[in-house]
């Protein structure tokens, strides 16, 4: 369960899931619009959920906006999370080992593409983030 403006609700819409350790982790979007636009109860936040391999909830953090990337860094043993593919993006950084709340970053200035971020992955030592395109009408 999640809380809301409007009281509490199911956690819903689970979309990019990754593995750390002997865990996975799961992001769940909430009804929450591509632009970080509230669902309709109100709810602004996605769910990371930690599970074990037994299907158990282990843990589980929220951050706001809609969560349409989810990535673990071996190497740190950090996970990644980039929030509202259209527009508003940022970054969410969790560390699973500690529980604290997760660090949010914001870009300095508007994306080139005008959109907002999504997929992560690692690549020589690089973070590397995808930027979706802010979509016009095609006649």
């Known amino acids: 369960m999640h809380d809301t403006p409007k009281g509490k609700e199911t956690i819903s819409n689970p979309d990019d899931i990754t593995s750390l350790d002997s865990d996975i982790f799961v992001g769940f979007q909430n009804g929450v619009g591509p632009q970080g636009q509230a669902s309709t109860k109100g709810n602004r936040d996605s769910t990371i959920v930690e599970f074990n391999l037994s299907g158990h909830a282990v843990d589980q953090w929220d951050v706001v906006g809609k969560c349409d990337g989810l990535t673990a860094a071996a190497a740190t043993g950090l996970l990644i999370a980039t929030v509202n593919e259209d527009a508003h993006s940022s970054v969410y ?47």
């Not at 200035?109 to 030592?125: H, M, Q, V």
């Open 93 to 139: 950084v969790i560390d699973p080992r500690t529980g604290v709340m997760p660090v949010h970053y914001r870009y300095n200035e508007s994306l080139p593409s005008k959109g907002g971020t999504d997929a992560i992955s690692f690549y020589r030592g690089m973070t590397l983030i995808s930027a979706s395109v802010k979509c016009c009408c095609f006649s």
